[in-house]
T-cell receptor, first 116, second 116 residues
Framework: AQSVSQHNHHVILSEAASLELGCNYS??????LFWYVQYPGQHLQLLLK??????LVKGIKGFEAEFIKSKFSFNLRKPSVQWSDTAEYFC??????????????FGTGTKLQVIP | EAQVTQNPRYLITVTGKKLTVTCSQN?????MSWYRQDPGLGLRQIYY???????DKGDVPEGYKVSRKEKRNFPLILESPSPNQTSLYFC???????????????FGPGTRLTVL
């Protein structure tokens, strides 16, 4: 079974600080990887995704993530956070199970609070 | 406008009273899914559907039913709700097939359910 771990549950940063949120997954096969963001009171929105190719992917709002296959990791980064980045961030893995269906597993989320 | 809609947005009910939460998408997506979001647990997949009449259990299917009679609709049914089903529920849809948008999930606005 696939699983996703997000080790940072709550992160507090000052504006302009750099951000890195960890995500590790457990699955032996081919995976698609995602980061979603949930702003307070809103539904989830896609930040970025990795399917194949360049392991460094860029998303919206200046976010990027690097897929390191050997470490089963897909960490999210942003060089300089803003107050408006205050939100909860979810890493997700999409992998085909033995039946060929697509199960999606989310991490438990990381709450980011940016202090002006 | 491409969107996923859910109804109702808020629901308070009592134990044992059957309820249905509707979900509809206008993007002709094959894949639809239901999640529940609980503090500290992130999003957990309840059921998913790869296409019409094709559904499968996610990680927490107990106490829930789904149906997929039409491509656009994917209702979530609680036959006999219990207090441990009090949660925030999200419906999502995506297309699994060969586009740059594949597997990127579009989420509905959420349904906050309270079971007394």
């Amino acid at each position: 079974a696939q699983s996703v771990s997000q080790h940072n549950h709550h992160v507090i940063l000052s504006e302009a600080a750099s951000l890195e949120l960890g995500c590790n997954y457990s699955y032996g096969g081919t995976v698609n990887l995602f980061w979603y963001v949930q702003y307070p009171g809103q539904h989830l929105q896609l930040l970025l995704k990795y399917f194949s190719g360049d392991p460094l992917v860029k998303g919206i709002k200046g976010f990027e993530a690097e897929f390191i296959k050997s470490k089963f990791s897909f960490n999210l980064r942003k060089p300089s956070v803003q107050w408006s980045d205050t939100a909860e961030y979810f890493c997700a893995v999409n992998a085909a199970d033995s039946g060929g269906y697509q199960k999606v597993t989310f991490g438990t989320g990381t709450k980011l609070q940016v202090i002006p | 406008e491409a969107q996923v809609t859910q109804n109702p947005r808020y629901l308070i009910t009592v134990t044992g009273k059957k309820l249905t939460v509707t979900c509809s998408q206008n993007m002709n997506h094959e894949y639809m899914s239901w999640y529940r979001q609980d503090p500290g647990l992130g999003l957990r997949q309840i059921y998913y559907s790869m296409n019409v009449e094709v559904t499968d259990k996610g990680d927490v299917p107990e106490g829930y039913k789904v149906s997929r009679k039409e491509k656009r609709n994917f209702p979530l049914i609680l036959e006999s709700p219990s207090p441990n089903q009090t949660s925030l529920y999200f419906c999502a849809s995506s297309t699994p097939t060969g586009t740059s948008d594949s597997y990127s999930q579009y989420f509905g606005p959420g349904t906050r359910l309270t079971v007394l």
